[in-house]
T-cell receptor, first 116, second 110 residues
């Protein structure tokens, strides 16, 4: 059974039209991450939530926002998608404790975003 | 973050062992070495991790150099399903997120 679920698998949006990608988890993990992966590139961390604390990467554009209403769900909002935002968006979770080994991260299958 | 160097691509015949190298010469004493892989059209998945000693699990073995400046992921018998991009990722303890390098694209030939 899938433990990190991303919906939809494929999303087409219009240039400039806000779009929201969703991620849910059944693992009760306290950390959730969003990565962007463009074609033939490695996943790039956008931001993550450690419990309710939001951590934004310094080079993540302001166009990208995130919400985590509860432990199980996390959303990625792209306020005004541009053609350059077309990519695979990956959600991941882990259970982390300060001072303890980075636990195994579990990834969803991703949402492939197309901007037209 | 410790820098890593991996070959861009490697090729293996099916049923043969594969040794995937990773250099991480700037690794600190408390950094663990994680390996993840990403199958085509999938999210990354955990393979193995270690600190100093060699490690084995059902998927692979991890051999860590004595000076910890490099490590090798060993797939004992490559199958077609092992074709993927393999990422070597040093991580510190705690809540440091995974930072992916370019990885090695492994092709397996039948």
């Amino acid at each position: 059974d899938a433990m990190v679920i991303q919906n939809p698998r494929y999303q087409v949006t219009q240039f400039g039209k806000p779009v929201t990608l969703s991620c849910s988890q059944t693992l009760n993990h306290n950390v959730m991450y969003w990565y962007q992966q463009k074609s033939s590139q490695a996943p790039k961390l956008l931001f993550h939530y450690y419990d309710k604390d939001f951590n934004n990467e310094a080079d993540t554009p302001d166009n990208f926002q995130s919400r985590r209403p509860n432990t199980s769900f996390c959303f990625l909002d792209i306020r005004s998608p541009g053609l350059g935002d077309a990519a695979m968006y990956l959600c991941a979770t882990s259970r982390d404790t300060p001072g303890v080994l980075q636990a195994e991260a579990f990834f969803g299958q991703g949402t492939r975003l197309t901007v037209v | 973050d410790a820098k890593t160097t991996q070959p861009n691509s490697m090729e293996s015949n099916e049923e043969e062992p594969v040794h995937l190298p990773c250099n991480h010469s700037t690794i600190s004493g408390t950094d663990y070495i994680h390996w993840y892989r990403q199958l085509p059209s999938q999210g990354p998945e955990y393979v193995i991790h270690g600190l100093t000693s060699n490690v084995n699990n059902r998927m692979a073995s991890l051999a860590i150099a004595e000076d910890r400046k490099s490590s090798t992921l060993i797939l004992h018998r490559a199958t077609l399903r092992d074709a993927a991009v393999y990422y070597c990722i040093p991580t510190v303890s705690g809540n440091t997120p995974l930072v992916f390098g370019k990885g090695t694209r492994l092709s397996v030939i039948a």
